[in-house]
């Protein structure tokens, strides 16, 4: 892990889905360029943070849009829960979001902490489940190869 990161990829957070998992690296290095934003100059670290934080926000949205369609795709059994997982996430990040603007200077290195432990949490147990799922349905000769790929639109 290099000075400026607050997290590193491990091979143990594959999920088995590649789509998915590229875009696990993705977050990571969002969430390791917003720390690295959280030691500049303050002036500096506004800009920096919540140009990197609107460029997560975006990804994140469109990552979860893209494990939502595989879910959806194998009737994976516990969408709603997966769901409500994304939606209080969207929902933490709106009140930090809000709570920079607002002035409050102990934002950004409390949101790259909230951000690395869910990652890693989300990614680790409720990401993982989803993998598992899909190994039994390969293993059962329930799942067609196409059918993980999200599709967009």
């Given at each position: ?10 091979d143990s957070y594959s999920i088995g889905i590649k789509l998915v998992d590229e875009q696990h690296k993705e977050l990571i290095n969002l969430t390791n360029k917003l720390f690295t934003s959280c030691i500049l100059e303050q002036d500096q ?109």
């Amino acid at each position: 892990m290099s000075e400026n990161s607050i997290i590193k990829w491990q091979d143990s957070y594959s999920i088995g889905i590649k789509l998915v998992d590229e875009q696990h690296k993705e977050l990571i290095n969002l969430t390791n360029k917003l720390f690295t934003s959280c030691i500049l100059e303050q002036d500096q670290l506004t800009n920096v943070f919540m140009t990197t934080l609107h460029e997560a926000v975006d990804y994140v949205v469109y990552h979860f849009d893209t494990e939502m369609k595989i879910m959806e795709r194998v009737n994976y059994p516990h969408l709603e829960t997966h769901r409500n997982e994304h939606k209080k996430f969207a929902k933490e990040v709106l009140t930090q979001v809000e709570d920079f603007k607002s002035g409050k200077t102990t934002v950004p290195i409390s949101f790259v902490n909230f951000l690395k432990n869910w990652v890693l949490n989300h990614v680790a147990v409720s990401d993982k489940k989803i993998g598992d799922y899909l190994v039994t349905l390969k293993k059962s000769g329930a799942l067609d190869r196409m059918t993980l790929a999200a599709k967009k639109g």
